[in-house]
């Protein structure tokens, strides 16, 4: 099987000021398609920068990476644009929700960049939000949104596209852990059901626990990377 | 293109957002479309007006001037040289030449009722058949009184009558001009012009007595043409008697003179009309521009609090086309609602103005608003807008992603 992700020695450096940061130094690393990755290390060592760079948010400084086997290192802004848009979906900590569309609204507005018929949009964002338990809150904007609700309409938006990745930087991050749980327990069913594949970036060692595989990222360099029993239980 | 109009709905979101702050970047370019449309149909009336007034004075008319028309203003003015005695036989043998009226014109001090007032007095001859001339042709018609028949009787101007002195003058009353006492035979209708309505009117060789203005015999010459003679045929007719007399008198071969045909005065009247629309369309582009100023600001603003949004956006699948797009539909949208809004309050206003005129027909004024004018400030306003909003839209489009994600309002 050929992987969905590869990374092959990938580096970042910042430039601050006169002093030169290296937040990545030389990962390399295959995902496969449909596996649920969580790559974990404490503040500052360098796994958003990493993450952003596997979400084609980010270019790298050097090294090579390959989404579904073409290296995006050497694509146009326009092709990154098409292909966050086709292949991945974002779930951030801050829910990262447009604020003055209602809750329908932003699960469709990626659709809307695919070129996708109002129709069509419509009837998938009304499909997501219920499946989610948000039939009632369609539209509603995210100000009248609890965190828990606002992160169940980020999900909705990263799948709006139906993505082969989901992407998600410390998504329970701003929710109480019963919300985080829950949060958890809808990416797993996701990953589940559908057979996506999740990356998920955090600190939080409860989060780690339901994945199947765990990077473990220490100063910007792979520590240790293990295959683990996926856990469903919440440990606190 | 099905995307273009959910960038539409987007952007009028976004509008809707800020509704304050768009508002005042509409009205900004509402002010600034305001004034051209105001100020345009103001002076396209002015020129419907003028012509208007030119087409009364027919084609049987011809005006010949001392002075090049180049600075005929100048000698209109301030007066200048003179036609002469000979100047104006020389008029009267042109071909196509039916009377020749002079006329000549000064300020000076009117006595009314123990009140002394700056006025003009003017002479023209031959009185008699000139006063013929100018009801028929130029309609010179009497609101009090009866026209003049003696020497010592004069016509005044209806400003001369209204405005000039304190008490009202009438037909029959006596006023004094160097110590000489006349009678007001006859008061004139309003003919157009102040300066016309502030006249009083006398014999030429009265005037003449009067003033000791001895050497020229007329400041202007007004030539009534022979029923049907083609005005343009009798003008070059003028123009080379004219030219003969003057050549051998002054020995010099310049034009100082000028004949002018009613359709050579709305050359004229239209030139100085263009230049005053150019100057119009200068200044209120400008206002235009200021409101163009406001929308990049407002834009640049909008850019820089959404900077985030933008992120999200380009994380979520947006190419760069498709947020210069939406910023720059933010931008037309603010431009053609400015226009739409100073088109409809300067028609209003042209409208008020018009509708006035009709209500006191002394206000002698039309005001026109041409289809050109819609067009142009419709256009101007939204180009404008769009070219405001580009730089703005650019930035945004231009943002990295993970930066623009990163910023924290």
Redesign the interface.
């Given at each position: 099987m050929d992987p969905v992700i590869k990374l092959e020695d990938v580096r970042k450096t910042y430039q601050l000021g006169k002093v030169e940061l290296e937040a990545v130094r030389g990962i390399s690393l295959e995902i496969n398609p449909g596996a649920f990755v969580t790559i974990m290390g404490p503040s500052g060592s360098g796994k958003s920068t990493l993450l952003?760079m596997i979400?084609c948010?980010?270019v790298p400084s050097g090294g090579k990476i390959f989404l579904k086997g073409k290296d995006v290192t050497k694509m146009t802004?326009?092709q990154l644009?098409?292909l966050?848009?086709?292949t991945i979906g974002?779930i951030?900590q801050e829910f990262?929700?447009?604020?003055?569309?209602t809750a329908l609204e932003n699960v469709t507005?990626?659709m809307?960049?695919?070129?996708k018929?109002?129709e069509e949009r419509k009837r998938r964002g009304a499909e997501l939000l219920s499946s989610l338990g948000l039939k009632d809150r369609i539209k509603h904007q995210p100000a009248e949104l609890s965190g828990g609700e606002r992160q169940r309409v980020a999900i909705a938006?990263a799948f709006a596209?139906d993505p082969e990745v989901v992407i998600a930087d410390e998504p329970t991050g701003n929710l109480d852990s019963t919300t985080g749980k829950k949060i958890m327990e809808v990416l797993t069913n996701f990953h589940n059901k559908e057979g996506k594949t999740i990356v998920v970036v955090t600190h939080d060692p409860n989060i780690a626990g339901y994945s199947e595989e765990l990077v473990n990222i220490k100063d910007g360099q792979i520590v240790k990377n293990h295959v683990q029993a996926q856990k469903s239980v919440w440990e606190k | 293109m099905?995307?273009i109009k959910?960038y539409f709905k987007i952007a009028f979101?976004?509008l809707?957002?800020r509704l304050l702050r768009s508002w005042l970047t509409v009205l900004g370019i509402i002010i600034g479309v305001f004034l051209i449309i105001s100020l345009l149909s103001l002076s396209e009336g002015l020129k419907t007006t003028i012509n208007q007034q030119l087409q009364s004075l027919g084609g049987e008319m011809v005006m010949v001037m001392p002075g090049s028309s180049e600075d005929i203003f100048s000698s209109l003015m301030f007066g200048g040289s003179k036609l002469e005695r000979e100047d104006m036989d020389a008029i009267s043998n042109a071909e196509g030449v039916d009377e020749v009226l002079g006329f000549s014109y000064s300020g000076t001090i009117i006595r009314y009722e123990g009140e002394s007032k700056q006025a003009a007095i003017g002479g023209f001859s031959p009185w008699k058949e000139g006063l013929d001339i100018l009801s028929v042709f130029q309609g010179w018609t009497l609101s009090d009184g009866k026209w003049p028949v003696r020497s010592n009787e004069v016509l005044i101007g209806s400003q001369v009558a209204n405005k000039i002195f304190s008490k009202e003058v009438k037909a029959g009353g006596e006023i004094t001009i160097k110590g000489r006492k006349f009678k007001v035979a006859g008061i004139l209708n309003s003919l157009g012009s102040q300066q016309d309505d502030s006249m009083i009117y006398m014999d030429m060789e009265v005037y003449q007595s009067l003033t000791g203005d001895k050497r020229g015999t007329a400041s202007y010459a007004m030539v009534l043409l022979q029923d049907g003679f083609d005005e343009n045929t009798a003008a070059e007719n003028i123009e080379e008697k004219l030219g003969e007399t003057r050549k051998r008198r002054v020995g010099t071969e310049e034009d100082d003179f000028s004949v002018i045909t009613s359709e050579k005065m709305g050359e004229i009247a239209g030139n100085i009309l263009g230049i005053i629309q150019i100057v119009i369309i200068g200044f209120a582009s400008i206002a235009i521009l200021v409101g163009g100023i406001g929308i990049a600001n407002s834009m640049f603003t909008s850019v820089r609090e959404r900077t985030?949004?933008i992120?999200?956006?380009?994380?979520?699948?947006?190419?760069?086309?498709?947020i210069l797009w939406i910023f720059m539909i933010e931008a037309g949208i603010i431009g053609v609602l400015g226009g739409v809004g100073g088109l409809l309050l300067g028609t209003v206003l042209a409208e008020a103005v018009g509708y006035y005129a009709k209500l006191n027909p002394s206000f002698y004024f039309t005001t026109t608003i041409a289809p050109w004018m819609i067009v142009f400030a419709l256009a101007f306003s939204f180009s404008v807008g769009c070219l405001a909003g580009f730089f703005p839209a650019k930035q945004a489009a231009k943002l990295?992603?993970?930066e623009a994600?990163r910023r924290h309002e």
């Open positions: 952003n979400g948010l980010d802004e326009t644009a098409q966050r848009g086709r974002f951030f990262n929700l447009i604020p003055n569309l507005l990626p809307i960049f695919q070129g018929s109002e938006r596209n | 099905g995307e959910e979101r976004n809707r957002s985030r949004e992120g999200i956006m380009k994380a979520i699948g947006a190419k760069n086309s498709a990295k992603p993970v994600l």
